[in-house]
């Protein structure tokens, strides 16, 4: 959404406007006013032409409406249907955009780690944020717990009580919420890029999801997701930027630290009590042998010996 059309919305948010006050206030020809304002309604808002002028109406539930009212610094690029949210924000990465949003009702060719496929049918939120964050590549990993954490206070906020699996599943009673894919372009010491996906199961019905996925709706009722994405954004934009927040509040939220765990990784399987998570993201496993210390790897939940 450009400036313009962000301003004929802030505009009219305190009441009915003429197009004269709006060309004079937003410093445009009437004419633009008009096209501005038919942009707007073509992307679904309510905005009724009246005795006193312009009237804004009802907000879209979703779309680019997310950036109306959004309390961080992203700009939303809003497609009803994709291929893949992260496809799209590599195109972006490549042209040199920075803090945009790819939003999506609808994710057809949407993939997860190790290049699982991952539904994305219509009413979840699928998004992919295109960062250019000034830290080294050795950091990127916390941007992902960044994405947990933040998904996890969205659903919450919504009535779900989801938990965060390490590193960065977010679960209800073992079901799948939301799935997290982090890429990253950069050098041995600069990050050129990188693009947090984020695709949360919201609005969508239990029969619409495969098994072992859970949905906001499913476990709550169905949410304004506008309003959910909003809030998904604005707390991963308040961790990003005091990186010092993010252990604590993954620690905070997590099922996994306390539980007796089986984490496969490469070389071998680590099996023993999950004590903690450090920076960028490693867990700290107490096995029969010492604490080791997992970079990446398959964890499971085990049951108590």
């Given at each position: 959404?450009?400036?313009?059309r962000?301003?004929?919305?802030?505009?009219?948010?305190?009441?009915?406007?003429?197009?004269p006050?709006?060309?004079?206030?937003?410093?445009?020809?009437?004419?633009?006013v008009?096209?501005?304002?038919?942009?707007l309604?073509e992307?679904?808002?309510?905005i009724?032409?009246?005795?006193?002028?312009?009237?804004?109406?009802?907000?879209?539930?979703?779309?680019?409406?997310?950036?109306?009212?959004?309390?961080?610094?992203?700009e939303?690029?809003?497609?009803?249907?994709?291929?893949s949210?992260?496809?799209?924000?590599?195109?972006l990465?490549?042209?040199?955009?920075?803090?945009?949003v790819?939003?999506?009702d609808?994710q057809?060719?949407?993939?997860?780690?190790?290049?699982?496929?991952?539904?994305?049918?219509?009413?979840?939120?699928?998004?992919s944020?295109?960062?250019?964050?000034?830290?080294?590549?050795?950091?990127?990993?916390?941007?992902?717990?960044?994405?947990?954490v933040?998904?996890t206070?969205?659903?919450r906020?919504?009535?779900?009580?989801?938990?965060?699996k390490?590193p960065n599943?977010?679960?209800?009673?073992?079901?799948?919420?939301?799935?997290?894919?982090?890429?990253?372009?950069g050098?041995?010491?600069?990050?050129?890029?990188v693009?947090?996906?984020?695709?949360?199961?919201?609005?969508?019905?239990?029969?619409?999801?495969?098994?072992?996925?859970?949905?906001?709706?499913?476990?709550?009722?169905?949410?304004?997701?506008?309003v959910?994405?909003?809030?998904?954004?604005?707390?991963?934009?308040?961790?990003?930027?005091?990186?010092?927040?993010?252990?604590?509040?993954?620690?905070?939220?997590?099922?996994?630290l306390?539980?007796?765990?089986?984490?496969?990784?490469?070389?071998?399987?680590?099996?023993?009590?999950?004590?903690?998570?450090?920076?960028?993201?490693?867990?700290?496993?107490?096995?029969?042998?010492?604490?080791?210390?997992?970079?990446?790897?398959?964890?499971?939940?085990?049951?108590?010996?």
């Amino acid at each position: 959404m450009n400036d313009t059309r962000r301003g004929v919305l802030d505009a009219l948010a305190d009441g009915p406007m003429s197009g004269p006050e709006l060309a004079e206030t937003l410093s445009v020809s009437r004419n633009a006013v008009w096209k501005h304002v038919e942009a707007l309604r073509e992307s679904g808002f309510e905005i009724e032409s009246t005795g006193d002028g312009y009237r804004l109406g009802e907000i879209p539930e979703f779309g680019l409406a997310v950036e109306y009212g959004l309390d961080a610094p992203f700009e939303i690029e809003y497609h009803d249907s994709i291929g893949s949210t992260n496809d799209r924000a590599r195109e972006l990465a490549a042209d040199g955009a920075k803090n945009v949003v790819v939003l999506a009702d609808e994710q057809v060719g949407g993939r997860g780690r190790l290049e699982r496929k991952w539904v994305g049918p219509s009413g979840g939120v699928w998004s992919s944020l295109v960062l250019r964050p000034d830290i080294p590549p050795s950091h990127a990993p916390l941007l992902t717990l960044a994405a947990a954490v933040a998904v996890t206070r969205a659903a919450r906020e919504a009535g779900v009580p989801a938990d965060i699996k390490w590193p960065n599943d977010v679960l209800v009673d073992g079901e799948k919420l939301c799935g997290i894919l982090t890429e990253m372009e950069g050098e041995a010491n600069r990050v050129s890029w990188v693009i947090v996906g984020i695709g949360t199961n919201v609005n969508i019905a239990g029969e619409d999801l495969p098994a072992g996925a859970t949905s906001v709706q499913e476990q709550a009722g169905a949410v304004n997701r506008r309003v959910f994405a909003q809030r998904l954004l604005e707390e991963f934009d308040e961790l990003r930027t005091d990186p010092e927040k993010i252990l604590p509040a993954w620690r905070e939220h997590s099922a996994t630290l306390g539980q007796r765990v089986r984490v496969e990784t490469r070389n071998e399987d680590v099996v023993g009590e999950a004590i903690d998570i450090e920076s960028p993201g490693v867990l700290v496993v107490d096995t029969d042998d010492g604490e080791v210390r997992v970079h990446a790897g398959d964890c499971e939940h085990l049951r108590p010996v």
